[in-house]
């Protein structure tokens, strides 16, 4: 499987009006498409900018929805590939009350959300979960709070998990202890958490120096074969680097 993660930056930011998506969304098109990942998880996704992204990738099938839970706001979508059947998906919210739409963990910024996809490779039946989030940008222990939700359900499931997303710290941050602490690990690990090369967040300068933030976590039954943070010159597409992991399974789970 090879994915991608990619914090696109929404839509409605008026802070950076000279970055706004009409003047990026080619830049962010070229760059889904060149990666040809099997499965394309984004964050910060409005859904006028998720029908562009759908119109660019006709083979890709798409599990959404806006953290309002009525299909508004923004939403981190999993788009899947035609080398992977999309099984079945869900949303959750990174709250008390996962199940309920809007719901908030207390003292975080705005609702948080989860898309969780259960995919099967159609050429060999291996099933595997890919958990796509952003976590609470203001609190770390919201966040801490929040990798707990994410370990529990994990746990609770037999198939390999790929946690992706902007988490909004670094990989040996300590809110991300309740992951790494049951054997997940890290599929950047050939990079350093912070320093030259690893940035992920540049903030639309093209630094390439500073913390990585944009993760890739798996379970003990997926194996990377290759990772990296895509840097480029030019015009950035967005305030982040996206980041492309090749993974493999050990075993089908079905």
Do not use: K
């Not at 099997?38 to 910060?44: F, I, S």
């Not at 500073?210 to 305030?239: F, Y």
Request: charged share 20%.
């Amino acid at each position: 499987m090879r994915l991608l993660t990619f914090n696109i930056r929404t839509s409605s930011a008026l802070a950076d009006l000279g970055h706004h998506w009409l003047f990026r969304r080619r830049a962010v098109r070229r760059t889904v498409r060149a990666v040809g990942a099997d499965v394309v998880a984004l964050q910060e996704v409005r859904p006028g900018q998720l029908r562009f992204l759908a119109r660019q990738l006709p083979r890709h099938r798409i599990a959404a929805a806006g953290r309002d839970g009525r299909g508004r706001g923004e939403a981190c979508p999993v788009l899947v590939g035609p080398a992977w059947s999309l099984e079945s998906w869900q949303v959750r919210w990174l709250s008390r009350t996962p199940d309920v739409p809007g719901s908030v963990m207390p003292g975080a910024a705005v609702p948080r959300i989860c898309t969780v996809a259960r995919l099967r490779e159609v050429a060999t039946g291996v099933r595997v979960t890919v958990a796509n989030t952003h976590l609470d940008h203001r609190s770390r222990s919201v966040r801490a709070r929040s990798v707990r939700l994410l370990a529990e359900w994990a746990a609770g499931d037999p198939t390999p998990w790929v946690v992706v997303g902007d988490l909004n710290c670094r990989v040996d941050a300590p809110e991300l202890a309740a992951l790494l602490d049951a054997g997940w690990t890290d599929a950047l690990a050939s990079l350093p958490s912070t320093g030259a090369g690893s940035a992920t967040y540049h903030g639309f300068v093209g630094s390439t120096d500073g913390p990585r933030i944009d993760q890739v976590l798996v379970t003990p039954r997926v194996r990377t074969e290759a990772a990296r943070v895509l840097h480029a010159t030019g015009r950035p597409a967005s305030d982040h680097w996206p980041v492309v992991a090749d993974l493999s399974f050990t075993e089908s789970s079905g």
